[in-house]
């Protein structure tokens, strides 16, 4: 991958508070290696399958500078390894892309590997939040970004917003050279359709500079139902089970990934 350009913030010498819903601190599945995984609070999109309602809200949690973040991350760090690090997910991370952005200028100054998980609906070529962007990507080795559905009608139906935003976020990673990994979750009724699949693997195909490293798809699950009736929200895929192996199966087919290894190109950053 290309070296990423680090460069510390010095607008302010207030320190940037993020809220945070919650800490994993072995994570396995959320970028390369064995992670430090910080899932922020706060999201706009409201995903018919979200396992987490409890992130949505925003300005709440708990409440943690980065210095706290990367002093508590830094106990776990003989874990890593040559490819682990720090991921950052929500909720949706990008929501608090202040944070992240100190958080992750903080990090590459120590030489850990960053991570961003995103579904990418803040994303905007609007300022402030664009330079801000830009200046994270400079920063972040690899992001996971979560298309939901390739079309945006649905995608809106699924979600209560469309995904052209998102697709443009994908789109200037790719120009930029920024590697990722794209997840889908599979979801009976929704958007298990070959033919909604069969497109978003020729779309995912398409993406230029060879930036995608991995495609996964992820199988719906309803561990989350329970939040819901605790929280009084009214649970909108009742009565819809888990896609069967033969769908899951059918789904990585169709999305071709057996074609990107997820390490393909993907390597540490040197020692300073």
Known sequence: MENKT???????????????????????VDGPGIRYVAFLQGCHMRCQYCHNPDTWKLNVGDEM????????????????????????????????????????EKAKAMNISTCLDTSGQPFTREQPFFGKFERLMEVTDISLVDIKHINSAEHKKLTQYGNENILDM??????????????????????????????????????????VQKVEVLPYH?????????????????GIDSP???????????????????????????KL
Do not use: C
Request: hydrophobic share 35%; glycine share 6%.
């Open 6 to 28: 680090v460069t510390a913030d010095q607008t302010t010498n207030e320190p940037v508070k993020g809220y945070v819903h919650s800490i994993e601190t072995f994570g396995s």
């Open 65 to 104: 500078t980065t210095d706290e973040i990367l002093a508590d991350a830094a106990k776990y760090r003989k874990f890593w390894g040559k490819t682990g690090g720090i991921t950052v997910s929500g909720g949706e991370s990008l929501v608090q892309i202040d944070f992240i952005l100190e958080l992750f």
């Open 222 to 238: 309803t561990l989350g139902v329970k939040k819901y009736h605790e929280m009084k929200i009214k649970y909108r895929l009742e």
């Open 244 to 270: 069967t192996p033969e769908r899951v199966a059918n789904a990585e087919k169709l999305l071709h990934t057996a074609d990107y290894t997820g390490y393909k190109k993907w390597m540490p950053l040197p």
């Open 170 to 211: 994908i789109q200037y990673m790719a120009q930029h050279h920024d590697d990722m990994w794209i997840r889908h979750v599979l979801v009976p009724q929704r958007t298990d359709y070959d033919k909604y699949l069969t497109e978003l693997g020729d779309y995912i195909a398409k993406i230029p500079n060879h930036v």
